[in-house]
């Protein structure tokens, strides 16, 4: 059972660089998001998609695009990183969206530094 | 916008309970959720309470929600060193987290 898989682990850009982090779940689950974690704010929603085809902006969406072509993946793309996108970040998913009790499933994040 | 609100960090003796507690501002919130997160991982849910109930019991977990003061809170009784996370509460379907709130169990 792998869950939900976040690659890379770690990653350095430097400003400017574009770059991707990548999500997959082998769970079947149609509802996916992203989450930035930064100390003291807890965690803040970046995007989500509630299936295949469908994605929609969270608190915090500039800067960021994703897109989600199969059930499985919800790649993160930045287009044009910055010192302020310098984060923690969570991928996690769950069997429905948020109006069910459905809890969420997180991967192991991905710790972005930009220089 | 909605806010959820927690405080930073709480240390307790092994052995001792431990209560973290939660405000949020979403009152059309239908269940809301306490997470778990140990250092260099993910969240992983720990327990949830429905909007209609004032309390639920899980073992060692006791969440208690308080409707009209917005009010949320989680005891850990006899509180292990295996405890010490960092704990978030969560509303609003899980869109909204709180700060998390660091717990440190000394010996």
């Known amino acids: 059972n792998a869950g939900v898989t976040q690659t890379p682990k770690f990653q350095v850009l430097k400003t400017g660089q574009s770059m991707t982090l990548q999500c997959a779940q082998d769970m079947n689950h149609e509802y996916m998001s992203w989450y930035r974690q930064d100390p003291g704010m807890g965690l803040r929603l970046i995007h989500y998609?509630?299936?295949?085809?469908?994605?929609d902006q969270g608190e915090v969406p500039n800067g960021y695009n994703v897109s989600r072509s199969t059930t499985e993946d919800f790649p993160l793309r930045l287009l044009s990183a910055a010192p302020s996108q310098t984060s923690v970040y969570f991928c996690?998913?769950?069997?429905?969206?948020?109006?069910?009790?459905?809890?969420?499933?997180f991967g192991n994040g991905t710790r972005l530094t930009v220089t | 916008g909605e806010d959820v609100e927690q405080s930073l960090f709480l240390s307790v003796r092994e052995g001792d309970s431990s209560v973290i507690n939660c405000t949020y501002t979403d009152s059309s919130s239908t269940y809301l959720y306490w997470y778990k997160q140990e250092p260099g991982a993910g969240l992983q849910l720990l327990t949830y309470?429905?909007?209609?109930?004032d309390m639920k019991q899980d073992q060692r977990l006791t969440v208690l929600l308080n409707k009209k003061d917005k009010h949320l809170s989680l005891r850990i009784a006899d509180t292990q060193t295996g405890d010490s996370a960092i704990y978030f509460c969560?509303?609003?379907?899980?869109?909204?987290f709180g700060s998390g709130t660091q717990l440190t169990v000394l010996p």
């Open positions: 309470i429905f909007s209609n109930m």
């Open positions: 996690a998913s769950s069997l429905g969206g948020r109006l069910y009790n459905s809890p969420l499933h």
């Open positions: 969560a509303e609003r379907g899980q869109l909204t």
């Open positions: 998609s509630v299936g295949a085809g469908i994605t």
